[in-house]
């Protein structure tokens, strides 16, 4: 996990604000000092957790060559990889196109899948928002969370693409 690292006078620790000469700055996390090698205090401010993993359902209606597309699901195995046997992408037929390449970052998250019967798709696109997902208020889940382009193959040959967005659904 990515650290930043702010001074804090050492009278005013813990406290949310800072005085440094005559000008303010707020500080949105508590101070947890440690020492420097100059004798100042420092304070270490953990960047947010970002944790992607649950259900990302297609919102509205994909144009007809991807209307059978219904979700993706980031699912974590005992290793913490989205590599699973649950996770992919779902038709609305309950066939399930796994992962054959994936990369899930805050910024980017790519997908290929393995092929079934000769198709396959591909995914290309961003998280609209960070944070640990599955901590999301229930009327968040019908809101744009994830959005990209989402191809389809069948073989090599492109027979299918749209931008397209997804919401998040955290169960019930």
């Known amino acids: 996990m990515s650290k930043r690292y702010v001074l804090c006078p050492s009278a005013f620790l813990g406290s949310f604000v800072l005085l440094l000469g005559s000008i303010s700055f707020v500080i949105l996390a508590t101070c947890q000092p ?3 090698a100059a004798g100042a205090v420092v304070v270490a401010v953990a960047a947010q957790k970002f944790d992607p ?7 509205g209606d994909p144009p007809r060559p991807l209307s059978e597309v219904s979700t993706i699901e980031l699912l974590r195995n005992a290793k913490r990889s989205f590599y699973n046997t649950h996770a992919g992408l779902y038709t609305t037929a309950g066939v399930t196109y796994r992962f054959k390449t994936l990369s899930v970052t805050r910024a980017k998250f790519t997908f290929t ?3 079934i019967k000769g198709v396959s798709y591909s995914f290309t696109g961003r998280f609209l928002r960070g944070g640990v997902f599955a901590e999301l208020d229930s009327d968040q889940w019908g809101k744009p969370i ?8 069948k073989g090599s040959e492109k027979v299918a693409e749209a931008n397209l967005k997804f919401s998040y659904f955290g169960g019930t």
């Open 34 to 36: 440690t020492a420097s």
């Open 53 to 59: 993993e649950g259900e990302f359902n297609v919102l």
């Open 113 to 115: 899948t393995m092929p």
């Open 146 to 153: 994830l959005e990209g382009k989402l191809g389809k193959f």
